[in-house]
Each structure stands twice: as structure tokens, then as C-alpha cells.
């Protein structure tokens, strides 16, 4: 595809329910990031992957959240038991290293009543 | 205590009228800073990357600068189309691969 696409684009849960929110990234790009941006706030670090080495998972807020991605294909992040403060956008980007142009996706509206 | 800064929060310009947008940081150890452009309802599109202090970038209307403690992205005759919230992020070399954003600055250029 021509960028980065998520889905869903909006969720919406009930409190306790799991969530899991997808990322397809740029084809060619080795490396992945996951975002949380709340209401007025600024983007929240989460969890970085690069090529096949391990993740960097520093910005996980608890152990609730959770990523996968296989090689440099799609990424999930998955979100347990969910609360009610877990309720954000949530945004993907792609890129071929850390300090190279991040592409983002159009991000996930997830909503936790 | 917050890593990045930026203000003011919001700033409304007549069309044509020039400003800039202000992002200040105080950990040291800066590896690069990140402007970025975000339209509501997308996700951040990249405008400059800067990497030292002096360091100038240019996109039509748009020219950001690095100081040692601070970058300005000054906003040259803007355009309604220009209306959008800045956001600045910065990555350090002691804090790995994890980004610190900012807040923002919600512009809105008034035709």
C-alpha cells in the first residue's frame, strides 16, 4: 500500500473486555512504532519494534498492553481488561530507523465505556 | 518535569500574518529533533528532522531552527490550509529509541 494503514479506525469496549488494534506498515520499512495520544495531550511513547531484533517495550504502561509483530509485517497491539483511562487514539508509524521520517497511520479512536 | 515545551498553545493569525511556533527542551544529549504536522482526525505527517544546533530547514512557508536549547519553526505569510496543530518530538542518546513529545500548537489562520 501507498502508507500505513490501521484498523479499526474507531472502537469502541466495555470495561474488562480485550482490544486488539492492527498496523500494516509501509512495505520495506524495518522498523515500527506504537503511540497513545489522549485528548489534548502529546504522543505517548509505547513500544518499538526493529527488524527481528527484541522489542523495546519501555513505554508499556502496564502488563495489560501487550505487541506483536512477526519479521516487518503487521503489528498488533493488544490491550487486556481494559479501563476506562485506556481510552485514546492509538497511532502506528513506520520507518527504516530510529532516526529516519516516521510515516504514521490515520490512528485508532478506541473508546472504553 | 516535562522534556519538551512548546508554546503558546493555541494562536490564531490573520492570513498573511507571520509568527512562530516555539519548542524548548532541557535534557541534554539531543540525537535529533522532529516537526511534525497534525490535521484532526490523522496521524502526525513529518515536516523537518534537525540534528545540531544552527542547523536551518525550509518547506515553502515553513522554516524551523536549532538552537542548544530550543527550535522555532517560524510560519512565513501563512495560508488558512496552514491551520493545524505543531507538534515537536525529540529523541536524546542516553534514552534509546523512545520519542518525547510535545503538546502542540493548535494554529488557525483566519482568511
Known sequence: GAGVSQSPSNKVTEKGKDVELRCDPISGHTALYWYRQRLGQGLEFLIYFQGNSAPDKSGLPSDRFSAERTGESVSTLTIQRTQQEDSAVYLCASTFSVTDTQYFGPGTRLTVL | ?111
Request: proline residues 5%; aromatic residues 12%.
Open chain 2, 1 to 111: 518535569e516535562d522534556q519538551v515545551t512548546q508554546s503558546p498553545e493555541a494562536l490564531r493569525l490573520q492570513e498573511g500574518e507571520s509568527s512562530s511556533l516555539n519548542c524548548s527542551y532541557t535534557v541534554s544529549g539531543l540525537r535529533g529533533l522532529f516537526w511534525y504536522r497534525q490535521d484532526p482526525g490523522k496521524g502526525p505527517e513529518f515536516l523537518f528532522t534537525l540534528y545540531s544546533a544552527g542547523e536551518e530547514k525550509e518547506k515553502e512557508r515553513l522554516k524551523a531552527t536549532l538552537t542548544k536549547k530550543e527550535s522555532f519553526l517560524h510560519i512565513t505569510a501563512p495560508k488558512p490550509e496552514d491551520s493545524a496543530t505543531y507538534l515537536c518530538a525529540l529523541l536524546y542518546s542516553n534514552t534509546g529509541n523512545q520519542f518525547y513529545f510535545g503538546t502542540g500548537t493548535s494554529l488557525t489562520v483566519i482568511p
